[in-house]
């Protein structure tokens, strides 16, 4: 089993950065494919950005390509999102997610494993 853990979110101005940090116990990630999705309220839940298990292969949503950027660190069985430049839009409960090694996959579904969410609001 893999516990996850969100920190980082908070209230910032548009035009502002966050970074969120992921933390996982129980065993390594080492060997996972990490994302993070966001869900606003009264939507669907959303896939952000997603780093394959080896940190060679990320991809994001186009809605924060050039902005947001996720990065791990296996050695502190971290995953980070880095947010710059945040607009109203971007404003939602951020989740880390983790599955199996393959692909990243755009499919909340398709995670196993899930944090319990850290909010993020940018106020314009």
């Known amino acids: 089993q893999v516990q996850l853990e969100e920190s980082g979110g908070g209230l910032v101005q548009a035009g502002g950065s966050l970074r969120l940090s992921c933390t996982a116990s129980?065993?390594?990630?080492?060997?996972?494919?990490m994302a993070w999705f966001r869900q606003a309220p009264g939507k669907e839940r959303e896939f952000v950005a997603g780093?394959?298990?080896?940190?060679?292969?990320?991809n994001y949503a186009d809605s924060v390509k050039g902005r947001f950027t996720i990065s791990r660190d296996n050695a502190k069985n971290a995953v980070y999102l880095q947010m710059d430049s945040l607009k109203p839009d971007d404003t939602a409960d951020y989740y880390c997610?983790?599955?199996?090694?393959?692909?990243?996959?755009?499919?909340?579904?398709?995670?196993?494993?899930w944090g319990q969410g850290t909010q993020v609001t940018v106020s314009s």
């Open positions: 780093i394959s298990w080896s940190g060679r292969t990320a």
């Open positions: 129980g065993r390594t990630i080492s060997t996972y494919t």
């Open positions: 997610a983790a599955r199996g090694p393959v692909s990243v996959q755009y499919d909340a579904n398709r995670y196993a494993y």
